[in-house]
């Protein structure tokens, strides 16, 4: 193990303590393999299952394995024929038995920081599924809540709209403008400090870089 990978572990150690004074369950996992593993041993048979968009979630596997199974009911948004029948997916996430996504940040004491277009993703971290299941890599991991905010802006938000094609200002600086343009993905920013069910949030910490 090198020192980046001792670094993660014992980082990691410091904030399952902290999320769990926040009644959220949390779990670390060396690899993306193991990760994968791990949250996909919280889908039973006969559940419903959904997630948000997430490079991480398609990293450690779990989107593949999950359309492998025919004893769940996945409601995959990237299957949708139309967009109604994915606002339809969209709005029966909010059922779920299990929800899968990531995190655009966390900090050291266990609080999670997202910034979301339509809200679907944070709003379904919030309230609504029975589970949610945070799937994060330890390079999402800052200082603190406004480290974290600067992260998403600057770090995370400029790929993600590359990747999703999005005529953004930070998608061709590279650097966030606080824009409101039209196909702005900061609509809606989402600090969780606290799960008011104890374990309904299950993060999954993992010992690699992941996502954006």
């Known amino acids: 193990m090198g020192p980046k990978e001792q670094y993660y572990e014992v980082t990691a150690g410091r904030l399952i303590e902290n999320m769990k004074k ?46 492998q199974r025919e004893d769940i009911t996945f409601l995959d948004r990237r299957a949708a024929k139309d967009p109604e029948e994915f606002e339809s997916i969209l709005h029966n996430a ?17 609080i999670l920081v997202n910034i979301d277009g339509t809200g679907g ?20 991991v800052c200082t603190d809540v406004e480290a974290a905010y600067k992260r998403v802006k600057n770090t995370a938000s400029p790929p993600n709209a590359l990747r999703l ?18 196909e702005c993905m900061c609509s809606n920013t989402v ?9 309904r949030i299950k993060i999954i910490l993992v010992g690699e870089d992941l996502g954006f």
């Open 22 to 67: 926040r009644q959220m369950d949390a779990f670390y996992c060396a690899t993306a393999k193991e990760a994968g593993e791990l949250a996909l041993s919280f889908v039973k048979p006969g559940m419903k299952v959904s997630n948000g968009g997430s490079v991480t979630i398609e990293q450690c596997g779990v989107l593949k394995a999950l359309e």
């Open 191 to 199: 600090i969780t400090r606290r799960s008011i069910v104890p374990g």
């Open 165 to 182: 094609k999005r005529n953004t200002p930070c998608a061709v600086t590279g650097k966030c403008s606080d824009c409101l343009s039209p």
């Open 121 to 140: 993703r944070t709003s379904c971290l919030i309230y609504g599924p029975k589970t949610v299941v945070v799937v994060a890599g330890m390079n999402k």
């Open 94 to 110: 909010y059922f779920s038995d299990v929800y899968f996504m990531s995190s655009n940040a966390i900090t050291l004491d266990g």
